[in-house]
């Protein structure tokens, strides 16, 4: 039992760290006082209150709450070091498969019976907008044909199905837009290897489009902000947020998020790259990876996203040395949530 409550407490830490990286605009004060709220004694959250007195039994063992200080010593220490940077402005590398391919597909793989292969289903990537097209591919062992069955995560209902095309012993086709559900998609190959029935099943998701970016409108300095000003044509109002990678050359440096309301039709959105991610005497930088999400703003409603009309595009006009070079100065919030960190770490004040 106190192994499991140690583990707990641990995996609360570690997605308290995460909360506040995701959310800055919410302070740790804030919100322990709400936790400290919903565990107020009542008859009718006894169990909550249960596990309280178990949390608290363990704590009383000197060395789990060793353990746990040294845990939440290490997200501390990890969130410090993310405050040298600005949360809108944070640095990338080639390391950073998340940020570099947002919406990479991972392949769908098994193991084929009785020999020391596989056969994987890939898409070509996980995330589409209507009226993009899906593009399937099957490979692995000696496959004589395949088909394709296209339908609506959890249901059973079959809405298309359609043959596969075998090209050098691979399986490939193309689902149009006409035949793709909007929604979380299921797509299940049966292929028939040395005659045995191998299936397997992938999802996406296929969605209609909330915004369309456009163009980069301008940039320019503002003291230590390289601010980068974009033009979107927005289907549907609602509160936004676009992401991007900064590069100089095909050198990842930074990983760009703006969140802002905006209104429908044509509206702009500026993202700020800060002086601690742009190298001294650059002059090659541009913009790729872009990512433009429509944010839920009720409980129920899912993220939308909307489409780029431009895949890369270079940062010219602007004269780098005007960056005024200071430090980034982390604001009072982000201050409140290190000092958080560091008491539930057991630092000394």
């Known amino acids: 039992m106190r192994i499991l409550v140690l583990s707990m407490m641990i995996s609360a830490l570690i997605a308290l760290f995460i909360w506040l990286s995701m959310t800055p605009e919410v302070s740790a004060e804030s919100m322990m006082e709400k936790e400290v709220t919903l565990m107020a004694p009542s008859p009718k959250l006894a169990p909550a209150v249960i596990v309280s007195e178990e949390v608290k039994d363990s704590q009383n063992d000197p060395i789990e709450k060793m353990q746990v200080e040294t845990a939440a010593q290490n997200i501390a220490i990890g969130f410090r070091e993310s405050l ?36 994987s289903l890939s898409l070509n990537k996980f995330r589409y907008i209507k009226p993009e097209s899906v593009e399937v591919s099957l490979e692995g062992g000696d496959i004589q044909s395949a088909q394709l069955h296209v339908g609506i995560v959890g249901a059973k209902k079959v809405l298309h199905s359609t043959e596969m095309h075998m090209i050098g012993g691979r399986a490939q086709a193309k689902l149009t837009a006409i035949h793709l559900p909007v929604g979380d998609i299921s797509i299940k190959a049966t292929a028939d290897i040395n005659g045995e029935e191998v299936i397997l ?25 390289l601010l980068i000003s974009l033009q979107l044509d927005v289907q549907e109002a609602g509160i936004y947020r676009v992401r991007a990678n900064l590069y100089e050359g095909d050198v990842p440096l930074a990983h760009l998020v703006s969140k802002s309301k905006l209104g429908s039709g044509l509206e702009l959105i500026t993202l700020k790259a800060h002086q601690s991610v742009i190298p001294q005497n650059t002059k090659a930088l541009n913009l790729k990876t872009f990512v433009v999400e429509r944010m839920s703003s009720i409980p129920g409603e899912g993220t939308r996203y909307g489409t780029s009309d431009i895949m890369e595009a270079p940062l010219l006009g602007v004269d780098m040395s005007q960056l005024d070079r200071a430090p980034y100065t982390p604001d009072e919030k982000e201050l409140a949530s290190l000092a958080f960190l560091e008491k539930l770490a057991g630092a000394k004040e």
């Open 201 to 225: 099943v992938a999802h996406a998701k296929y969605l209609q489009p909330s915004a369309r970016l456009l163009s980069v409108v301008s940039t320019r300095v503002e003291q230590s902000d």
């Open 84 to 119: 040298k940077f600005a949360p809108y402005s944070q640095p990338l590398t080639a390391n950073d498969e998340d940020r570099l391919h947002p919406n990479k597909f991972i392949p769908v793989s098994t193991p084929l019976i009785g020999q020391e292969q596989s056969v």
